[in-house]
């Protein structure tokens, strides 16, 4: 990957995370360049298809594009950084990430987005002030 594609990723993202929002200096580890919809699915390495991820997201995400929803059962596609809004489909309690609707639902439930090691950072963040997850 070019550094030229790594710096207007990295740029586009505001340094944190596309689906949990946690900021890169905040977190432990290294964060990744996601494949939204994965190459062996056809997704392609190209800026539209590729988003800023931390270590737990990307790791728990994988190949995924679709889980489903932990309320219906239904296979549902996981949230899309480059086309949904991220508002429209989270939300926080607290420290927790709620699913809004089924594509929140379901992808807070595939990418394990309420772990304990990410309740932890995000409650010392929480304490700390200053960091919108939003
Ligand atoms: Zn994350």
């Not at 993202?13 to 929002?21: D, I, S, T, V």
């Not at 699915?41 to 988003?51: I, P, Q, W």
């Not at 790791?59 to 932990?70: E, L, M, Q, T």
Request: glycine share 6%; net charge neutral; charged share 20%.
């Amino acid at each position: 990957m070019s550094p030229v594609l790594l710096r207007q990723i990295w740029k586009r993202a505001g340094n944190r995370c596309e689906y949990c929002h946690i900021p890169h200096p905040q977190f432990l580890l290294p964060f990744q360049v996601d494949h939204i919809i994965a190459r062996q699915h056809g997704g392609e390495s190209t800026l539209e298809n590729l988003a800023l991820a931390c270590f737990h997201c990307n790791r728990y995400k994988g190949p995924n594009i679709a889980g489903r929803d932990p309320d219906t059962r239904e296979l549902v596609r996981l949230f899309h950084p480059r086309t949904d809004i991220w508002s429209e489909h989270f939300e926080l309690s607290h420290a927790r990430i709620v699913g809004r609707t089924s594509i929140g639902r379901t992808t807070v439930q595939v990418l394990s987005m309420n772990a304990d090691d990410l309740l932890l950072v995000r409650l010392a963040l929480i304490d700390e002030g200053g960091v919108d997850f939003q």
